[in-house]
C-alpha cells in the first residue's frame, strides 16, 4: 500500500488508471502546469509520472517505487522546484536518473554474482503484458527513453534534451531511430 503526501493510501492498483494515454486528465482532474503546493503538484503529475516509468520498465512495482522516489526527491527541493519553469521535466528528469542508478546498480551486482539470472525471469514475464509494453521491452533503453519522453509525455526535442542531457537535434535524431525500431518489432510481433 502506498501512502500518499495527504496520509491517505494511494496506489494505482487500489483505483488509480494505469492506461497508457498522455492526454487523460490525471487522478484529481487538475490541469498540468505549475501548482503551487506541493499535494497540488503531487496530485496533478503522480499518474502520469507512474505510468511513464511503466513504460519505461516494464514493472508495476518499479514503475510505482520510481515515482514515489522521485516525488521525495522533489519534496526535500520543494523550496527551489516551485520556483522552475518545468517541474514536471525537473520530476522526470529524477525518475530518469533514478531508473540509471537502479540499473548501474543492479549491473553491479550481476557482475559480483554472474549466476544469478533473476532479472531475465522478469523480462520474460514482460511477454504477458499488453502489446506496447511487449514492443518497448525490445527496444534499447536509450529508445525507450526518448519515446516516453516525447511520444508518450508530449515533450519537445528542446525539453527532452534538458531531461537527458542532449541537444534538441540528437533528440530528433535518436526519436526517428526508435521510431523506425518500433516499427519493427511491432510488424515482427504479430504471429
Do not use: C
Not at 482532474?29 to 499535494?39: E, I, K, R, V, W
Not at 503531487?42 to 518499479?62: H, I, K, P, V, W
Not at 525518475?95 to 539470472?117: F, G, T, Y
Amino acid at each position: 500500500m502506498k501512502i500518499a503526501s495527504d496520509g491517505s493510501s494511494h496506489g494505482l492498483a487500489q483505483g488509480g488508471s494505469w492506461g497508457v494515454r498522455a492526454t487523460e486528465p490525471d487522478a484529481a482532474g487538475m490541469a498540468l502546469g505549475n501548482p503551487t503546493s506541493f499535494d497540488e503538484f503531487f496530485r496533478a503529475s503522480y499518474q502520469r509520472l507512474a505510468r511513464a516509468m511503466l513504460l519505461l520498465t516494464g514493472d508495476r512495482s518499479e514503475a510505482e517505487e520510481l515515482a514515489q522516489d522521485a516525488f521525495v526527491r522533489i519534496y526535500e527541493r520543494w523550496e527551489r522546484v516551485q520556483k522552475m519553469e518545468s517541474q514536471d521535466g525537473y520530476l522526470f528528469r529524477t525518475a530518469m536518473n533514478l531508473h540509471r542508478k537502479r540499473l548501474r546498480r543492479l549491473a553491479v551486482q550481476a557482475r559480483r554474482r554472474p549466476q544469478a539470472q533473476e532479472g531475465w525471469d522478469q523480462i520474460r514475464s514482460v511477454e504477458t503484458r499488453a502489446d506496447l509494453l511487449r514492443a518497448l521491452s525490445r527496444l534499447r533503453h536509450s529508445h525507450r527513453e526518448v519515446l516516453v519522453l516525447v511520444d508518450w509525455l508530449g515533450l519537445g526535442s528542446e525539453e527532452a534534451g534538458r531531461v537527458l542531457g542532449l541537444s534538441a537535434e540528437a533528440i530528433r535524431a535518436r526519436l526517428h531511430r526508435a521510431r523506425v525500431a518500433l516499427r519493427q518489432v511491432a510488424g515482427g510481433s504479430h504471429d
